[in-house]
């Protein structure tokens, strides 16, 4: 499908985009109101938009995602949608009941300009019910900005510092990961035995299990009293730069809630930071479990460090996720040579953020040479692996056309993971995520030297 791209790379003077490597910002503010207990996502714009996204995270998490619409016509695109969205919200209420309803808008809106905020103090809103909303135009940034706008959202909108004393907890803003991992995440901090508020928490929502009973509202996210008293906590922990990280400064602005923004906890280097920072703040030590399991991963980072070494590897997808990944790889002993998100910014001098600087600095270190880029594309990525090749690809399930072109094997990590089951239920992160991604990773490369090898070298041990 993909033969046919080019060795030869050309400067893009159009600056236009060849299969993209990012989705749409109202996704990612989609998926992150599923994290509300009780919130009805709302996509202020037209039907279709909010069909795209609905069916994008059903796929990858092969649960249903609810959401309302506007269901903008061209009457709303000439004149403005503020009637739709005040029947919208008068109607989410009477019939569909949330708590909270979540808007987040689209290219359109942001296009003809609808001021949000006017609009919900203009709406009939019933009493003990909220509405809280993000700008996410999808012509800027990607799906983990509209995933850090929504979160920025809830901040703004519900978090309060009721008290003149932090009470002793910890604010956990996870980033776009999966269910599975936020799981993971509380597992580990509870196992410290310190108190903890994760805001947005989609476990239990887009991970619910199957009782023979439909529920708009699964018992899963996190309450509105929870992100309300996040302004009492102690401190915030945000887990990846572009996706929380947004959230946690607003919050220490808002309710001078300290902030530290660690690496999504992807391998054993990221996990230790996370649980430092909690033991320096809370004075906690680390239990015998957690120090067991990381015993357990460096044992088997050693039994098989034979079948990573000096693996070249190109890895792509959001940015929190490629900067743990790539400093996980080095840790194996894997020398990351391709390394591109297609989120925005990033770009070294920008303010934006700092994506090529963090992995930049990492290869340097380990005396790599990489190509890395910030807003790139997957033809771009694509012909990196023509000049130099791999020996894997580590991404979502877009990656799996370049990875059949060029007869390479893909890891599946991130969002979105279409073709593949089960993904979302299992951490990538913690020492325990650390020990799956091994059995991933070791599994195709040696399946690939299975099937390669000739007879006289088909091993049964390996």
């Known amino acids: 499908m993909l033969d046919c791209t080019p060795k030869e790379q050309k400067e893009r003077s159009s600056g236009g985009i060849i299969n993209p490597a990012k989705t749409c910002q109202p996704i990612g503010a989609m998926y992150a109101a599923l994290g509300i207990h009780s919130c009805l996502p709302h996509s202020h714009g037209s ?36 009637a739709n969205l005040k029947t919208a919200i008068k109607n989410v209420f009477s019939i569909y009941n949330p708590e909270v309803m979540a808007i987040h808008t689209t290219c359109l809106t942001e296009t003809i300009g609808d ?9 009939e809103i019933p009493e003990g019910k909220l509405v809280i909303h993000a700008n996410t135009p999808s012509y800027q940034g990607s799906h983990i ?14 978090a309060e510092a009721a008290l003149t004393v932090k009470k002793e907890q910890v604010n956990i803003i996870p980033g776009f990961v999966n269910p599975g991992d936020m799981r993971e995440i509380k597992r580990i901090v509870k196992a410290m035995g310190i108190t903890f508020i994760m805001f947005p928490d989609t476990s239990g929502v887009l991970d619910s299990p199957l009782t023979g009973k439909f529920s708009m509202y699964p018992n899963g996210g996190a309450t509105v009293d929870q992100i309300k008293d996040s302004g009492n906590s102690k401190l915030t922990l945000a887990f990846g730069r572009f996706a929380a990280s947004d959230a946690a400064e607003l919050l220490a602005k808002k309710c001078q809630v300290p902030a530290t923004v660690l690496k999504t906890p992807i391998g054993i280097k990221a996990t230790d930071a996370m649980l430092m920072a909690l033991r320096r703040a809370f004075s906690q ?33 959001d940015p929190d996720i490629v900067t743990g990944l790539t400093e996980f790889v080095l840790s194996l002993g894997m020398k990351p040579v391709h390394i591109l ?10 303010g934006m953020g700092s994506f090529e600087e963090d992995i930049n600095e990492m290869v340097s270190t380990a005396g790599i040479k990489a190509n890395v880029k910030a807003g790139g594309d997957l033809f771009t990525f694509h012909q990196w692996i023509k000049n130099e090749p791999v020996d894997l690809i580590i991404g979502n399930t877009y990656g799996k056309y370049i990875a059949r072109a060029e007869d390479i094997p893909l890891v599946r990590v991130g969002f979105p993971v279409l073709d593949r089951s089960v993904h979302s239920y299992l951490p990538i992160v913690g020492y325990r995520g650390a020990m799956r991604l091994i059995e991933s990773i070791s599994g195709a490369l040696l399946d690939r030297a299975d099937r390669d090898a000739s007879d006289e070298d088909f091993e049964l041990v390996m």
């Open 285 to 317: 030590e680390i239990p015998v479990e957690l120090e067991e399991e990381r015993g357990q991963l460096v044992d088997i980072m050693t039994d098989t460090h034979f079948h990573f070494h000096g693996k070249q590897v190109a890895i792509f997808g």
């Open 47 to 82: 039907q279709g938009c909010c069909s795209f996204h609905r069916m994008h995270l059903s796929r990858h998490f092969r649960e249903p995602a609810m959401a309302s619409t506007s269901s903008f016509t061209e009457g709303a695109s000439v004149f403005g949608g503020g």
């Open 341 to 350: 998100t297609g989120t925005p910014g990033g770009a070294i001098g920008s």
């Open 145 to 158: 900005t509209g995933f850090s706008n929504m979160t920025k959202g809830m901040v703004s909108y519900l």
């Open 115 to 123: 001021d949000i905020p006017s609009i919900i103090k203009s709406a």
